[in-house]
């Protein structure tokens, strides 16, 4: 089993993406994307996100060459989600909802997972980023830091308070 040392860094496979080397950013894509997928998520509804998880990939080989440093690339893919997430939810303002009963039946499991995003999604904005990336992209609390810009104590505080308002409304349901 390959070391973590001896895995490139961000900026190593920045560089290279930069001279063409799509391995390269395969690599920084594998590293990154559910990441940037529980940021999509926190933002825009299920059936949007597969999509916009790819367009931000796209997005951000075209604009490689504006990244300064290669090794700010976590957090500047996870700025261009947000930035295309709300371009995303400005466009879709002029569609339309299809009703979810029409979409084929999926296990019990994908089920829970939909409907646990979806409570995510319905918490204030301050915790549905920092929850999205605990439960969907598996980061621990120094990661959510590093990617977003947090401070390792303002992340301990928005997960605890998410999990506290998640059990208040898991709470509620359960009532009902």
Not at 90 to 102: A, C, G
Not at 116 to 139: C, D, K, Q, S, W
Request: proline share 4%; glycine share 6%; no cysteine.
């Amino acid at each position: 089993m390959p070391d973590a040392l001896e895995q490139p860094s961000d900026a190593a496979l920045v560089e290279r993406a930069r001279t063409g080397d799509h391995a390269a950013f395969g690599a920084l894509y594998r590293r990154h994307a559910r990441m940037v997928q529980a940021v999509v998520l926190a933002r825009v509804a299920r059936d949007g996100a597969d999509d916009l998880v790819q367009d931000v990939f796209l997005h951000a080989m075209g604009q490689l060459h504006a990244l300064r440093d290669g090794a700010a690339f976590a957090g500047w893919i996870a700025t261009i989600a947000r930035r295309r997430a709300a371009d995303w939810r400005r466009r879709r303002r002029d569609t339309v909802e299809l009703d979810d009963t029409l979409a084929a039946p999926d296990a019990p499991d994908v089920h829970a997972a939909h409907a646990a995003v979806e409570l995510i999604r319905a918490l204030p904005e301050a915790y549905r980023e920092t929850l999205m990336l605990r439960f969907v992209a598996g980061l621990n609390g120094p990661e959510i830091a590093a990617r977003t810009g947090l401070t390792p104590g303002s992340v301990r505080v928005n997960l605890h308070r998410g999990v506290t308002l998640l059990r208040d409304k898991l709470g509620k349901d359960a009532e009902h």
